[in-house]
């Protein structure tokens, strides 16, 4: 279940977003999701200074200094870079595996499908940005691969998170987009996964990523009822708000 929680800001606490199911190995992993309160990226100049200093805020909450945390370049892509070094810089790349204690980076949505993906025995995370592009190129898959070949991983312990999204009934879409997705998921079920209406198609991203997940071999999958276009008045949805250059921020940390 995903629930709102705050950082202390002065007289104001500002809104963030947390898994009850993540929250259960905060020992050694920490994450959080920024809001419209809390929002760490703009592009608008005249929030950049706001940005900023929500920045410091959420990273002093987490315990997460410059040292340690990795930067990336998000390009919609399925591309999972596994972070060997810190502090680091990543080009083109829409995932980050996690592995070196203190390590931390953050990726930034704005509709696409943020994925977390924690396994407790080895103290390994990914921090996935699943785009619709990255969904139909299997990017949970992928991430799962790379955590069973590099960190001898068993799917079966490996947990996930998915936090808000478009929304189904927000994902106007057409019968190629339709078509890509349908593709990674073994014998879909196209009613639970995609609306149809006259010649558009709905897709429930955050289905398609779970099923994706579940196909290989995760048990736990915590997916938020919280929406960007649905719940806007908390998270930011590039469609709703007219191509808004504000992100929802998905920050981890190995501790």
Same mark, same amino acid.
């Given at each position: 279940?995903?629930?709102?929680?705050?950082?202390?800001?002065?007289?104001?606490?500002?809104?963030?977003? !947390?898994?009850?199911?993540?929250?259960?190995?905060?020992?050694?992993?920490?994450?959080?999701?920024?809001?419209?309160?809390?929002?760490?990226? $703009?592009?608008?100049?005249?929030?950049? *200074?706001?940005?900023?200093?929500?920045?410091?805020?959420?990273?002093?909450?987490?315990?997460?200094?410059?040292?340690?945390?990795?930067?990336?370049?998000?390009?919609?892509?399925?591309?999972?870079?596994?972070?060997?070094?810190?502090?680091?810089?990543?080009? #083109?790349?829409?995932?980050?595996?996690?592995?070196?204690?203190?390590?931390?980076?953050?990726?930034? +949505?704005?509709?696409?499908? =943020?994925?977390?993906?924690?396994?407790?025995? *080895?103290?390994?995370? &990914?921090?996935?940005?699943?785009?619709?592009?990255? $969904? &139909?190129?299997?990017?949970?898959? !992928?991430?799962?691969?790379?955590?069973?070949? #590099?960190? #001898?991983?068993? =799917?079966?312990?490996?947990? &996930?998170?998915?936090?808000?999204? /478009?929304?189904?009934?927000?994902?106007? $879409?057409? @019968?190629?987009?339709?078509?890509?997705?349908?593709?990674? @998921?073994? *014998? =879909?079920?196209?009613?639970?996964? +995609?609306?149809? !209406?006259?010649?558009?198609?709905? =897709?429930?991203?955050?289905?398609? #990523? &779970?099923?994706?997940?579940?196909?290989?071999?995760? !048990?736990? @999958?915590? /997916?938020?009822?919280?929406?960007?276009?649905?719940?806007?008045? +908390?998270?930011?949805?590039?469609?709703?708000?007219?191509?808004?250059? *504000?992100?929802?921020?998905?920050?981890?940390?190995?501790?």
């Amino acid at each position: 279940m995903f629930y709102f929680d705050t950082i202390k800001s002065g007289s104001k606490d500002k809104k963030i977003l !947390k898994s009850t199911v993540m929250d259960e190995f905060q020992a050694d992993f920490k994450h959080l999701f920024t809001t419209k309160e809390s929002f760490i990226k $703009t592009g608008d100049e005249n929030l950049k *200074n706001l940005a900023d200093s929500n920045r410091k805020l959420v990273l002093d909450y987490l315990k997460i200094n410059d040292e340690n945390l990795i930067e990336i370049k998000q390009t919609h892509t399925s591309n999972i870079s596994i972070a060997s070094k810190t502090p680091d810089f990543i080009d #083109n790349t829409d995932g980050v595996i996690l592995y070196k204690p203190g390590s931390a980076t953050i990726l930034n +949505f704005a509709d696409c499908t =943020p994925v977390i993906l924690y396994e407790p025995k *080895n103290k390994v995370a &990914a921090g996935l940005h699943a785009g619709w592009r990255g $969904t &139909a190129d299997s990017i949970c898959k !992928k991430g799962v691969k790379l955590m069973v070949e #590099n960190f #001898n991983s068993k =799917p079966s312990d490996i947990i &996930a998170a998915i936090a808000p999204c /478009i929304g189904q009934e927000a994902f106007e $879409t057409g @019968i190629e987009v339709y078509e890509k997705l349908k593709g990674t @998921i073994q *014998n =879909p079920n196209t009613t639970e996964f +995609f609306r149809f !209406k006259n010649d558009k198609v709905y =897709p429930d991203l955050a289905k398609i #990523n &779970a099923a994706q997940l579940m196909e290989a071999g995760l !048990k736990t @999958i915590d /997916i938020s009822h919280f929406k960007t276009c649905k719940d806007n008045e +908390f998270f930011f949805s590039y469609r709703h708000e007219n191509k808004t250059t *504000n992100r929802i921020s998905m920050v981890i940390k190995i501790v």
